[in-house]
């Protein structure tokens, strides 16, 4: 028996809740991976997982078993991390989670610059404004906004989005211009963004010296899609808040004005995040690396 292929299999069996998906992370055929965690129990003389027709359980024999190879499987691999480092070049296959405008406005048009520099890294993106399972959806990275939702990431910070509240230059002549932000509860037309996640609607901040304002409003339209939000905006249907990155170049155009400058929030900071039992192989390190040093440029 192949001891450590077995306990790579088991432990990404009990991450990613199934065998499936298991079978799918280390690009195995999933009969395999099933005999390789039987043959393992067969070997401990223990059962690991109690297996049904909808999902895997892990036994507590298996959960004891987990926490104690897990770190003995994550430490051989970055013992073979350092050694393959000093002598190959980052490559493989890396898979990023992301929103649709830090992806669209951020990451893709900065990508360039990361391929030339790792031409043997293949990236997929999976963009969306959703949560995700970056173990059963076998994510390397997210990269996320604001408080994160799962606490038990490991996180850097890198890169804090200024924000900006807008409207079309024929919608303010229509309604005028807010000298406060109370004027939007009354005189106004708002989209909001609706949460991908929750379906709640966030309401948008303003800061009046340390006073936090917190408005939450009727609105005429509701977006659960943070370019469509972007995009209603810019059709004139209300008033929009947004990162500045996102309106910069329309602000530029002059087909959108800001509004309420002097009560913009703090910036909202943009986050990488990765699983703790996540092994920071050679590519996961260096995308990071470049992530935050590309973020801190684009986002300031």
């Given amino acids: 028996m ?8 088991f432990a990404r069996v009990v991450e990613a809740g199934n065998f499936t998906k298991a079978a799918d992370s280390l690009r195995m055929p999933k009969a395999t991976v099933s005999k390789l965690v039987q043959t393992l129990e067969a070997h401990l003389g223990v059962q690991l997982l109690q297996r049904t027709t909808r999902r895997v359980a892990v036994t ?9 190879t897990a770190r003995v499987v994550r430490e051989l691999e970055d013992i073979d991390a350092t050694f393959s480092a000093a002598r190959l070049r980052p490559r493989g296959h890396l ?47 997210v990269i996320r906004g604001g408080a994160l939702a799962d606490l038990g990431l490991v996180s850097r910070t890198i890169g804090r989005a200024t924000w900006i509240t807008c409207a079309t230059p024929g919608y303010l002549e ?7 932000p109370q004027d939007l509860e009354t005189d106004h037309l708002v989209v909001n963004y609706v949460s991908g996640r929750t379906g709640r609607v966030l309401p948008m901040r303003f800061q009046d010296r340390q006073r936090v304002i917190g408005l939450d409003m009727r609105y005429v339209v509701g977006v659960n899609e943070s370019n469509a939000h972007f995009a209603a905006g810019l059709a004139g249907l209300g008033v929009i808040q947004t990162f500045s ?28 995040a990765y699983p703790p039992n996540r092994h920071v192989n050679n590519r996961l390190r260096v995308f990071i690396d470049w992530a935050a040093e590309s973020f801190a440029r684009l986002t300031a």
């Fill in 245 to 272: 990155f996102l309106a910069r170049a329309a602000v530029d155009r002059g087909e959108l004005v800001p509004v309420l400058a002097r009560f913009q929030p703090k910036p909202y900071a943009l986050h990488l």
């Fill in 60 to 68: 507590p024999d298996g959960a004891a078993y987990y926490e104690k």
């Fill in 95 to 141: 898979r990023v989670d992301l929103g649709s405008s830090v992806a669209s406005h951020l990451l893709v048009p900065a990508l360039p610059d990361f391929l030339a520099r790792y031409p043997e890294i293949r990236i997929d993106l999976g963009v969306s404004d959703r949560e995700i399972d970056l173990i059963g959806d076998n994510v390397d990275c």
């Fill in 2 to 9: 192949d001891q450590l292929l077995a306990l790579r299999a």
């Fill in 174 to 180: 229509r309604r005028g211009t807010p000298k406060r």
